[in-house]
C-alpha cells in the first residue's frame, strides 16, 4: 500500500514551501497557497514512523467539502482542489493561536479534570462531572500554536493582552468557532454522529479574517456514534468514535507519550492499513458518501505535481 511521507516539489512561481506535521505547504508569487495533505500522522506531538494509506486522500476531501459547507458563515481561503491530496488557496497571516472548541469533557480535558483541574483556558468546569458528559454548552479553550513541540493551552484574556490577536480579531474568531461548530454538529448529526470537539484555525488577508487550514477532519476534530452515547455515558463505557483519538490510546497502551526516555512502539504494515480503514469509515460516514481510493499506478508525488502544475499554469 503506497503512502505518501515527504515532499519535495519545485513550482513554478514557488517563493517558499513549510513541512507541517502531516501537511507540505507550497507558497506561489506569495500570493497563493498550496497545502498538500501527506499520509503523514502525528500524535503526541511527533509524527509516527510510518504513513497511513489514503489518509491525505481523506483529509482533503473532508476538509475540501466542510470549507464549502461552510462558507456562508465566513470567508475561507479555498480556491481550488487539483488533485485528491491537495487544496489550493489563498495566503493569509495566520494568528499565532488555535480555536479549539469542546462540548464535551473527553480527552485531554478528561485526563486534566479527573487530576483535579476544574478551569481550563480561563473557563470555570463544574464540579462532578464524569466523562463524556456534555458541558452545558460548548466551550472555547484556545492554545498557542507552536512551530515545534507542544502547543501550549492560553486564556482569551492572555491571548489579547500578549497581543498575539487583538480584542476586535478575537471577537469574530470567536463568533465564527462557534458558529462553524453548531453547522458541523448539524451536519454530524444528520449522518448519526456527534461532533465532540475540533479546532480551527484563522488568519487575516485584506484587513478581513479568514478560515484557513482543514476543518472538522479527524485529525482536527473527535466524533462519537450518537447511537449508545447516552447508554455507554450511564453505564460509564468507552463511548464508540470515530477520530485520531484510538491512535493516542493505542500508543499509551504500548508505553508512548513522547516523554523522556520512551520508545515507539513498531507500526506494522498491518497497524497502519488499520488506521486507513478507521480513516476511510470516518469519511464514509460523515460525508454519507462512499470514499473512492484514487487509483494510480504511478508515484503519488507525481500525480500531484502534474495536477497542480496544470492548474497553476491555467489559472
Known amino acids: 500500500m503506497k503512502a505518501l511521507t ?4 519545485q513550482f513554478t512561481g514557488q517563493t517558499g514551501v513549510y513541512h507541517g506535521k502531516v501537511r507540505d505547504v507550497y507558497t506561489i508569487d506569495n500570493d497563493l497557497m498550496v497545502m498538500v495533505a501527506t499520509d503523514r500522522i502525528s500524535a503526541f506531538d511527533v509524527i509516527l514512523p510510518k504513513g497511513i494509506p ?18 456562508d458563515i465566513c470567508p475561507n481561503w479555498k480556491l481550488c482542489t487539483p488533485d485528491p491530496m491537495v487544496t489550493v488557496g489563498l495566503k493569509c497571516e495566520g494568528f499565532r493561536v488555535e480555536m479549539i472548541i469542546r462540548s464535551i469533557l473527553t480527552g485531554s480535558a478528561w485526563r486534566a479534570y479527573k487530576e483535579g483541574c476544574r478551569e481550563l483556558c480561563g473557563v470555570q468546569l463544574p464540579d462532578g462531572m464524569v466523562e463524556n458528559q456534555r458541558f452545558p454548552e460548548p466551550i472555547i479553550t484556545p492554545t498557542t500554536k507552536a512551530d515545534e513541540g507542544h502547543d501550549m493551552n492560553i486564556s482569551k484574556e492572555e491571548i489579547i493582552s500578549q497581543g498575539l490577536v487583538s480584542a476586535a480579531d478575537y471577537a469574530v474568531m470567536e463568533d465564527y468557532t462557534r458558529r462553524l461548530f453548531a453547522r458541523g454538529q448539524e451536519i454530524a448529526a444528520r449522518h448519526g454522529l456527534i461532533l465532540v470537539d475540533t479546532k480551527y484555525e484563522f488568519g487575516k488577508r485584506d484587513g478581513q479574517v479568514y478560515l484557513i487550514d482543514e476543518i472538522h477532519t479527524p485529525d482536527s476534530s473527535r466524533y462519537f456514534y450518537a447511537d449508545g452515547y447516552e447508554e455507554n455515558l450511564a453505564s460509564g463505557k468507552p463511548q464508540r468514535q470515530l477520530s485520531k483519538e484510538f491512535v493516542r490510546q493505542w500508543l499509551i497502551e504500548h508505553g508512548f ?18 488506521v486507513s480503514d478507521r480513516y476511510i469509515e470516518l469519511y464514509e460516514h460523515i460525508t454519507g458518501e462512499q470514499f473512492v481510493k484514487e487509483a494510480y499506478d504511478g508515484d503519488l508525488a507525481e500525480r500531484i505535481e502534474k495536477n497542480v502544475s496544470e492548474y497553476l499554469a491555467n489559472r
Open 6 to 9: 515527504k515532499t519535495a516539489f
Open 54 to 71: 489514503y489518509k491525505g486522500q481523506v483529509l482533503n476531501q473532508i476538509a475540501s467539502k466542510f470549507l464549502d459547507q461552510t462558507s
Open 257 to 274: 507519550m513522547n516523554e523522556p526516555g520512551q520508545e515507539m512502539p513498531e507500526i506494522t504494515d498491518a497497524y497502519a492499513e488499520s
